[in-house]
């Protein structure tokens, strides 16, 4: 296996925040950017913070209890004990997808197994890989699928789970339909030691969250990766006093977010979470329904949530006799889960990175620190029939980035022979030299010719164009095999105009190369590229 290095630019709809986080560390001293985040992503200087104080023996008691459940190995229970005894976390999460949802996931993974490792080893302080799964999520739809290839499309799989109301979907249980969604997995799994695998965490009687995290926890039995859910009454408690700020301090944490949401649009950029006053940071669970609803604040300065009203001294006694009821929204979330957790830093996707520009208010003004977040492996993986093909044609990843039809006439202009691309050449050649003299002297004549000889000059352009496509398309009419291939370079590395990673789910991948591929993603995460890498299988 090899890999390589590219600018993160190369993917699609990549924001101007992001890239101005990646791009910290050569910006000025006094630049934004260096205010809403904890350290720069790839100077080291986080695992010189101080360890945040925690509950580490409630946490570690938790965690030894949950793990067990999961299944979870030796590696594991001893890194349990590693934060009982004062070690630091480092932490990701992602939504329990079906299946372990996208190849995202296990480079979130690798990249907190990756950065603990490098970090015991730079500051002598013992760090541990945490996952945190958000089952507290309301969102079904997004979490009960995954894709899988096959030779020649993209199938995506659904659980077609229901409930009455917008629970956690942590909680859902899988009931016996998941036996029909595993068989068709099995096919695009190829019944392999992976799919396998899948049978044993994914059965009827478990729940969505509790399948997810056996999953996860025998993928990364070896690295050790500690499995958390946070939903239960006991990691709630541990938390409660960032919940309960949240409700004590609603109306300045969201002037404060307000005010920073402005200072990201002012600067150029965006906000990744809209905030808006009345707005709160807490969901309620109904406690006969268990539906997850939103709490928003009144101008009396009280509370709603389903119709309901509450007040702040209601919303406090609920807290603190039934503590998982309340959660954090997506900007609350990282202190919440700080608050739990001895974190040294985050590894987090792009939008999460974005989301913790506005985040950094929420933890100066309840934790007092903000804690770093590093960027997450963000990587394609190729499987070694599709790198020959690539090699074949001369494809490099970025020319992949494309619809199979794009990439079809290319490789057919590059099938012309050289003789006929120097004609073409040239004729455009000649064709944009005669234009631009053309459309200077009509120009200098008066302006408004100027403007029609530009628009009759755009047209005869195109038609050049529309020559060069044409001959294209003629060579692919003569090598079939050209369109083949095309459709197979971008089915595996763009599909269906996304990046392989955020949609095709990543046991497809453990399908085909076992469970070592852990590792080798382990590897690719400790070599810090600051862009996209490609891992060649």
Same mark, same amino acid.
């Given at each position: 296996?090899?890999?390589?290095?590219?600018?993160?630019?190369?993917?699609?709809?990549?924001?101007?925040?992001?890239?101005?986080?990646?791009?910290?560390?050569?910006?000025?001293?006094?630049?934004?950017?260096?205010?809403?985040? +904890?350290?720069?992503?790839?100077?080291?200087?986080?695992?010189?913070? @101080?360890?945040?104080? $925690?509950?580490?023996?409630?946490?570690?008691?938790?965690?030894?209890?949950?793990?067990?459940?999961? +299944?979870?190995?030796?590696?594991?229970? %001893?890194?349990?004990?590693?934060?009982?005894?004062?070690?630091?976390?480092?932490?990701?999460?992602?939504?329990?997808?079906?299946?372990?949802?996208?190849?995202?996931?296990?480079?979130?993974?690798?990249?907190? $197994?990756?950065?603990?490792?490098?970090?015991?080893?730079?500051?002598?302080?013992?760090?541990?890989?945490?996952?945190?799964?958000?089952?507290?999520?309301?969102?079904?739809?997004?979490?009960?699928?995954?894709?899988?290839?096959? =030779?020649?499309?993209?199938?995506?799989?659904?659980?077609?789970?229901?409930?009455?109301?917008?629970?956690?979907?942590?909680?859902?249980?899988?009931?016996?339909?998941?036996?029909?969604?595993?068989?068709?997995?099995?096919?695009?799994?190829?019944?392999?030691?992976?799919?396998?695998?899948?049978?044993?965490?994914?059965?009827?009687?478990?729940?969505?969250?509790?399948?997810?995290?056996?999953?996860?926890?025998?993928?990364?039995?070896?690295?050790?990766? $500690?499995?958390?859910?946070?939903?239960?009454?006991?990691?709630?408690?541990?938390?409660?006093?960032?919940?309960?700020?949240? /409700? #004590?301090?609603?109306?300045?944490?969201?002037?404060?977010?307000?005010?920073?949401?402005?200072?990201?649009?002012?600067?150029?950029?965006?906000?990744?979470?809209?905030?808006?006053?009345?707005?709160?940071?807490?969901?309620? %669970?109904?406690?006969?329904?268990? #539906?997850?609803?939103?709490?928003?604040?009144?101008?009396?300065?009280?509370?709603?949530?389903?119709?309901?009203?509450?007040?702040?001294?209601?919303? /406090?006694? /609920?807290?603190?006799?039934?503590?998982?009821?309340?959660?954090?929204?997506?900007?609350?979330?990282? $202190?919440?889960?700080?608050?739990?957790?001895?974190?040294?830093?985050?590894?987090?996707?792009?939008?999460? /990175?974005?989301?913790?520009?506005?985040?950094?208010?929420?933890?100066?003004?309840?934790?007092?620190?903000?804690?770093?977040?590093?960027?997450?492996?963000?990587?394609?993986?190729?499987?070694?029939? %599709?790198?020959? %093909?690539?090699?074949?044609?001369?494809?490099?990843?970025?020319?992949?980035?494309?619809?199979?039809?794009?990439?079809?006439?290319?490789?057919?202009?590059?099938?012309?022979?050289?003789?006929?691309?120097?004609?073409?050449?040239?004729?455009?050649?000649?064709?944009?030299?005669?234009?631009?003299?053309?459309?200077?002297?009509?120009?200098?004549?008066?302006?408004?010719?100027?403007?029609?000889? #530009?628009?009759?000059?755009? =047209?005869?352009?195109?038609?050049?164009?529309?020559?060069?496509?044409?001959?294209?398309?003629?060579?692919?009419?003569? @090598?079939?095999?050209?369109? =083949?291939?095309?459709?197979?370079?971008?089915?595996?590395?763009?599909?269906?105009?996304?990046?392989?990673?955020?949609?095709?789910?990543?046991?497809?991948?453990?399908?085909?190369?076992?469970?070592?591929?852990?590792?080798?993603?382990?590897?690719?995460?400790?070599?810090?590229?600051?862009?996209?890498?490609?891992?060649?299988?």
């Amino acid at each position: 296996m090899s890999a390589e290095c590219y600018p993160i630019t190369i993917l699609p709809h990549v924001s101007p925040l992001y890239r101005g986080y990646l791009g910290m560390g050569d910006s000025p001293v006094d630049a934004a950017v260096r205010r809403w985040y +904890g350290a720069e992503p790839f100077a080291g200087k986080w695992m010189r913070k @101080e360890r945040p104080g $925690v509950n580490a023996a409630g946490l570690a008691d938790a965690l030894a209890r949950q793990n067990a459940e999961f +299944g979870a190995g030796s590696a594991a229970m %001893v890194n349990i004990e590693k934060l009982r005894g004062g070690a630091r976390a480092i932490v990701t999460g992602q939504q329990v997808g079906l299946f372990g949802g996208p190849l995202l996931t296990l480079l979130k993974a690798a990249t907190a $197994v990756a950065r603990a490792k490098d970090a015991t080893r730079t500051s002598g302080v013992e760090h541990v890989p945490v996952f945190w799964l958000a089952t507290e999520d309301h969102d079904l739809a997004e979490v009960d699928q995954v894709s899988l290839l096959t =030779k020649t499309s993209v199938e995506t799989l659904r659980a077609g789970l229901k409930t009455k109301a917008a629970v956690e979907v942590g909680g859902i249980a899988l009931g016996a339909e998941i036996d029909q969604v595993l068989e068709q997995a099995g096919e695009l799994l190829e019944f392999s030691p992976a799919w396998e695998m899948l049978k044993e965490c994914y059965t009827p009687e478990q729940t969505l969250g509790g399948a997810f995290a056996r999953l996860m926890a025998r993928l990364f039995a070896a690295q050790g990766l $500690v499995v958390m859910d946070a939903a239960s009454r006991e990691f709630h408690a541990l938390g409660a006093s960032t919940l309960r700020y949240a /409700i #004590e301090h609603a109306e300045e944490l969201q002037t404060a977010l307000i005010a920073r949401s402005e200072e990201l649009v002012k600067a150029g950029y965006h906000a990744q979470v809209l905030v808006a006053a009345g707005g709160s940071l807490l969901f309620l %669970v109904e406690e006969s329904t268990g #539906e997850r609803m939103a709490l928003r604040r009144t101008p009396e300065g009280g509370w709603k949530a389903g119709g309901k009203a509450y007040s702040s001294a209601e919303l /406090i006694a /609920i807290l603190e006799s039934a503590p998982e009821r309340l959660s954090p929204n997506a900007l609350l979330r990282p $202190v919440f889960q700080d608050t739990i957790l001895p974190t040294a830093a985050y590894i987090g996707g792009p939008s999460e /990175i974005a989301y913790f520009a506005q985040s950094a208010v929420l933890y100066e003004a309840i934790l007092g620190r903000v804690t770093p977040v590093l960027p997450r492996l963000s990587a394609t993986l190729l499987e070694p029939a %599709v790198a020959t %093909v690539m090699a074949t044609h001369e494809v490099q990843l970025p020319d992949a980035m494309t619809t199979a039809a794009e990439l079809a006439l290319r490789l057919g202009a590059r099938a012309m022979p050289i003789e006929e691309k120097r004609r073409l050449a040239a004729a455009g050649n000649a064709l944009d030299a005669a234009l631009t003299a053309a459309m200077e002297y009509m120009g200098g004549m008066d302006e408004s010719l100027g403007r029609t000889a #530009e628009v009759s000059g755009s =047209k005869m352009r195109y038609q050049m164009n529309r020559l060069r496509r044409m001959a294209a398309a003629f060579e692919l009419q003569k @090598e079939a095999s050209l369109a =083949k291939h095309a459709a197979a370079i971008t089915l595996n590395v763009f599909p269906e105009g996304h990046p392989q990673e955020r949609l095709v789910g990543g046991i497809w991948f453990v399908a085909r190369h076992g469970e070592g591929l852990m590792e080798r993603l382990v590897e690719a995460a400790a070599n810090l590229c600051p862009g996209h890498v490609v891992i060649r299988l």
